[in-house]
Each structure stands twice: as C-alpha cells, then as structure tokens.
C-alpha cells in the first residue's frame, strides 16, 4: 500500500507499507508521524481522506479531531485531487517483479 499527501504547493513524504492497514496502524504509522507534521506546516489546512475502514476508524477520527478535515460524501471518488495524482503515477510505473522493485519505482517517480 502506498500512502501520500498534496497541498498547493506541497507535498508529504511517501510511504509504503506492506501488510494490512488497520486503524491502529494508520494512526501510527501515518498519521502521528506524517500527517500532524505535515498539517501542523500548513496553516488553515484542511484535510481530506476517502471512508476506507482506517481512515474511518474510531482510533483515527479521535486523532483527526486535534485539525480541521473535510466530511467524504459516499461514492464520491472524483472529490480527491490525489486520485489523479495516483493515476498518473500509474500510468508511468514500469512492470515490477517484487515488492520491493515497486517500492523503489513508486519512490523513483
């Protein structure tokens, strides 16, 4: 799984985890140590994620309520900026033959 943030004019670090991500892992794992920094050098930033189980998970929402985020409608793919940022990474990610070829092509483009 590969996770990452756009602003304006910035970017936050990727990440690439292998395995599950639960709630839990996403609060640890992404949240406490990118998104708050990443928020926290961005005044009046809003922050926007998708309704996929972690990032609806009671352990997330209680660490997002210290920044202002934007309400996902259902079905409403087309809202997020990043999907055509992921598209585009797609598009231009040659053939992998392990996980870790994907990771230093993802991080590469």
């Known amino acids: 799984m590969a996770w990452g943030a756009i602003a304006y004019d910035s970017l936050s670090t990727l990440i690439v985890m292998r395995g599950t991500l639960t709630g839990q892992r ?9 998104v708050g920094p990443f928020l926290n050098g961005l005044p009046g930033a809003i922050f926007q994620q998708d309704n996929a189980r972690p ?5 997330a929402q209680d660490f997002l309520r210290h920044f202002q985020t934007l309400p996902w409608p259902t079905r409403s793919p087309d809202l ?3 999907v055509h940022v992921w598209d585009q990474l797609k598009r231009q990610m040659p053939s992998c033959h392990s996980v870790h070829d ?3 092509a993802v991080q590469d483009l």
């Open 102 to 104: 994907l990771d230093l």
């Open 55 to 59: 990032h609806t998970a009671r352990v």
């Open 80 to 82: 997020s900026p990043v």
């Open 26 to 34: 996403y609060v640890d794992d992404i949240l406490r140590p990118h």
